[in-house]
């Protein structure tokens, strides 16, 4: 079975930075397309950033210059280094995986982790 657990969220003042993790149990990360997904509260999902099994990186425009993902996969984690943070960061980040990476459907979800960026 698939777990997906995010940690790292938290609050920061805009500028600031925070890396997210998301530990994957049950699949091989070197096998599944993993991503980031964030969504406001009342809003539709937005895709942050995905890489897939082989290492391609995508990002949303809004992210890009600012927010880098990563995957160690030795130990079968996904990171988010998000840097300059501004308050239109603010979000639940979900963590995510799927078997391609064709867009920014996935199959797995971790269960969020809250970022809050103050002004």
């Known amino acids: 079975q698939v777990q997906l657990v995010e940690s790292g969220g938290g609050s920061v003042q805009a500028g600031g930075s925070l890396r997210l993790s998301c530990q994957a149990s049950g699949m091989n990360s070197r096998e599944y397309c993993m991503g980031w997904v964030r969504q406001v509260p009342g809003n539709v999902r937005e895709g942050v950033a995905r890489?897939?099994?082989?290492?391609?990186?995508r990002y949303a425009d809004s992210v890009k210059g600012r927010f880098t993902i990563s995957k160690d996969n030795a130990k079968n984690i996904l990171y988010l280094q998000m840097d300059n943070l501004n308050p239109e960061d603010t979000a639940i980040y979900y963590c995510?995986?799927?078997?391609?990476?064709?867009?920014?459907?996935?199959?797995?979800w971790g269960q969020g982790t809250q970022v809050t960026v103050s002004s």
């Open positions: 995510a995986a799927a078997a391609t990476c064709p867009s920014w459907q996935f199959t797995y």
């Open positions: 890489m897939s099994a082989g290492g391609l990186a």
